[in-house]
T-cell receptor, first 115, second 115 residues
Framework: NAGVMQNPRHLVRRRGQEARLRCSPM?????VYWYRQLPEEGLKFMVY????????ESGMPKERFSAEFPKEGPSILRIQQVVRGDSAAYFC?????????????FGNGTRLTVT | QQQVKQSPQSLIVQKGGISIINCAYE??????FPWYQQFPGKGPALLIA?????SEKKEGRFTISFNKSAKQFSLHIMDSQPGDSATYFC??????????????FGQGTTLQVKP
């Protein structure tokens, strides 16, 4: 019974390159959330997606960041033209439904380093 | 207004002692308060959660105390063990069925339990 799978675990990019982070939710989960954790800080909500729909992107930076959750395949968080300030741990979480006290199940994250 | 303030930032406790982590919030629209535990290199994992209509919830050695009028809640770890050494995050969720996974996290508390 696999949990939330994120890859890669570590990603190094030079300034100006693109970073693609992948997230496969738990089996049976159709809701995906992306969070960012800067060093020594708590997690900050970025975006909430259902299959083929962005529900809430209020935490996404206005430029260079995008997310998708296609009908088939994993959710992708894409960061274009990365800068040093994008270095962080990016966590994906999934849940099976939208109401009630459904817990969030987090993956182990992708640690992005921009050099 | 959508902040959750957590203290202390770090905590050292002797084995067998009680660890206490406090959180405070302003937004009365929060309706669900989970605590997450995170080990190095891992994603956060749900530890225990409470709703504001309950003043206390206990699960094993972990207890949440909730003071609705003071807008404060705390995590107590009884008989702390070295295996409890981790970073703990309190969080809050805004009421609304579409926001189940949109949590506001505190800044985290790094707990070290000395043998």
């Amino acid at each position: 019974n696999a949990g939330v799978m994120q890859n890669p675990r570590h990603l190094v990019r030079r300034r100006g390159q693109e970073a693609r982070l992948r997230c496969s939710p738990m089996k049976g989960h159709s809701h995906v959330y992306w969070y960012r954790q800067l060093p020594e800080e708590g997690l900050k909500f970025m975006v909430y997606l259902q299959k083929e729909n962005i529900i809430d992107e209020s935490g996404m930076p206005k430029e260079r960041f995008s997310a998708e959750f296609p009908k088939e395949g994993p959710s992708i968080l894409r960061i274009q033209q990365v800068v040093r300030g994008d270095s962080a741990a990016y966590f994906c979480a999934s849940s099976p439904w939208t109401i009630g006290n459904s817990p969030l199940h987090f993956g182990n994250g992708t640690r992005l380093t921009v050099t | 207004q959508q902040q959750v303030k957590q203290s202390p930032q770090s905590l050292i406790v002797q084995k067998g002692g009680i660890s206490i982590i406090n959180c405070a919030y302003e937004n009365t629209a929060f309706d669900y308060f989970p605590w997450y535990q995170q080990f190095p290199g891992k994603g956060p994992a749900l530890l225990i959660a409470i709703r504001p209509d309950v003043s206390e919830k206990k699960e094993g050695r972990f207890t949440i105390s909730f003071n609705k009028s003071a807008k404060q809640f705390s995590l107590h770890i009884m008989d702390s063990q070295p295996g409890d050494s981790a970073t703990y995050f309190c969080a809050a969720r805004i009421h609304g069925s579409s926001n189940t996974g949109k949590l506001i996290f505190g800044q985290g508390t790094t707990l070290q339990v000395k043998p």
